[in-house]
């Protein structure tokens, strides 16, 4: 079993910057793929961000390309998503997830642990 606690989330100013944190238990942390979704409030949630195992390889959504980083610590078991220039319209709940197999990052099928949530707003 792997539980997962996301932390960070908050309000923000419109082109101003947030840290998310996300910490695993379970000692297969170190051997899986990492992604963050976000939940805008009356939308489907939708694939933001993951990193590889070793976080050598990293994924985006078009969307936050460029203004978003994420990145792993498998020392601490803990991903993190660096958001920079912030828009209104990344206003969401945003999740980390466990994907102990399959291809695909960026499908939220194929995740297998989620966290609970934390909400980011960005205000204009």
């Known amino acids: 079993q792997v539980q997962l606690v996301e932390s960070g989330g908050g309000l923000v100013q419109h082109g101003g910057s947030l840290r998310l944190s996300c910490a695993a238990s379970?000692?297969?942390?170190?051997?899986?793929?990492m992604g963050w979704f976000r939940r805008p409030a009356g939308k489907a949630r939708e694939f933001v961000a993951a990193?590889?195992?070793?976080?050598?390889?990293?994924f985006y959504a078009d969307s936050v390309r460029g203004r978003f980083t994420v990145s792993r610590d498998n020392a601490k078991n803990t991903v993190y998503l660096q958001m920079n220039s912030l828009q209104p319209e990344d206003t969401a709940v945003y999740y980390c997830?466990?994907?102990?197999?399959?291809?695909?990052?960026?499908?939220?099928?194929?995740?297998?642990?989620w966290g609970q949530g934390t909400q980011v707003t960005v205000s204009s």
């Open positions: 990193v590889s195992p070793n976080g050598r390889t990293t």
């Open positions: 379970g000692r297969a942390f170190s051997i899986s793929g």
């Open positions: 997830a466990v994907k102990v197999s399959g291809l695909s990052y960026t499908d939220n099928n194929k995740y297998n642990y």
